[in-house]
């Protein structure tokens, strides 16, 4: 039962990563509003990023960002908890480099 848990919620954190990051990519700018603390800039200082170009590159790194679990997935199959908390451990060094992407970016 825990096995099969565990398979199922690398799956659903998987399919959330890749289609939260298809929709970045998909957004034309418009996600960038999703972006903690961006929208609460002034317009002028927004204006002097290119906001699709931006939500394509963060879409892109969270796409990548579900590879993880689903190789926590696969590896859950033989040992139960062991792919998931690995997937865990990847995905959160993954999220602390896009937030220093996301920082290098913003401060140009």
Do not use: H
């Not at 039962?1 to 957004?27: E, H, K, P």
């Amino acid at each position: 039962m825990f096995q099969i848990f565990v398979i199922i919620f690398d799956l659903f954190m998987a399919l959330l990563m890749f289609f939260m990051g298809r929709y970045f990519c998909n957004s034309k700018g418009r996600a960038s509003n999703l972006l903690t603390g961006y929208n609460m800039r002034p317009e002028n200082e927004r204006k002097q990023f290119d906001e699709d170009a931006m939500c394509r590159i963060y879409g892109k790194r969270m796409m990548g960002m579900a590879v993880p679990f689903v190789c926590g997935a696969a590896i859950d199959f033989f040992k139960p908890g062991v792919g998931c908390t690995a997937a865990w451990v990847v995905w959160i060094v993954l999220f602390v480099m896009l937030c220093i992407k996301r920082t290098s970016m913003e401060k140009k």
